[in-house]
């Protein structure tokens, strides 16, 4: 895909490192990043099952960003951008994106420097998934026959958003500096 400025993800050339915003530019909130969601809930505002979302978090698809898995009973936390992202990848696939072609894309996009695919637009014609970075390239995509679907992520984001709203939220707490054994020592002798 030459010329137009858009970019078939996977299999197009890299294109130049850059910010990109949203499609539709809306005034989208900032976002408190110590406030994370359990994976129930970010299931539930997602619309994917738990068994998706585990699998997902370990193979690296959609990793939790607030708060990882670090071994038996830890919970995971994801952000709000984590599950807009998710529920970004649940209506790939229900267009009939296979989830190969979702990784490779998320991965090819990730190699380019973007980590915050919300701040992506894509679209697809349920073979190949597209980036477009203006609304020119939108339409262009569609008048040449390509693009038959496309995500606002402005509209998803307040999808997620009234969803979430109702939702259990958890704070995550900064850790609490735990001494090592040496230092543990050192106050012991100091206070005894």
């Known amino acids: 895909m030459s010329g137009t400025g ?3 993800v996977p299999g ?8 990109q915003g949203l499609l539709f530019d809306e005034d989208l909130p900032d976002l408190d990043e110590s406030i994370g969601y359990r994976g129930p809930t970010a299931c539930r505002a997602a619309g994917i099952t738990y068994r998706q979302l585990d699998y997902w978090a370990r193979t690296g698809l959609v990793e939790p960003t607030v708060r990882p898995a670090t071994g038996s009973g830890t919970h995971r936390l994801y952000s709000f951008r984590d599950v807009l992202v998710l529920k970004v990848v649940k209506r790939l696939l229900d267009t009939g994106v ?3 072609q979702i990784r490779t894309a998320v991965m090819h996009l990730r190699e380019r420097g973007v980590d915050d695919l919300a701040q992506i637009t894509l679209m697809s014609d349920g073979a190949s998934v597209y980036e477009c970075t203006s609304a020119d390239e939108v339409i262009d995509l569609v008048q040449g026959g390509q693009g038959v679907f496309g995500i606002a992520v402005g509209r998803v984001w ?3 958003e009234g969803t979430l709203a109702t939702l259990p939220t958890e704070r995550l707490e900064p850790a609490a500096a735990v001494p090592d054994e ?4 050192r106050q012991a002798r100091t206070a005894g």
């Open 98 to 100: 296979s989830l190969q």
């Open 6 to 8: 858009r970019e078939g």
């Open 182 to 185: 040496l230092s543990a020592r």
């Open 12 to 19: 197009g050339t890299p294109a130049p490192r850059r910010t």
């Open 158 to 160: 307040r999808e997620v």
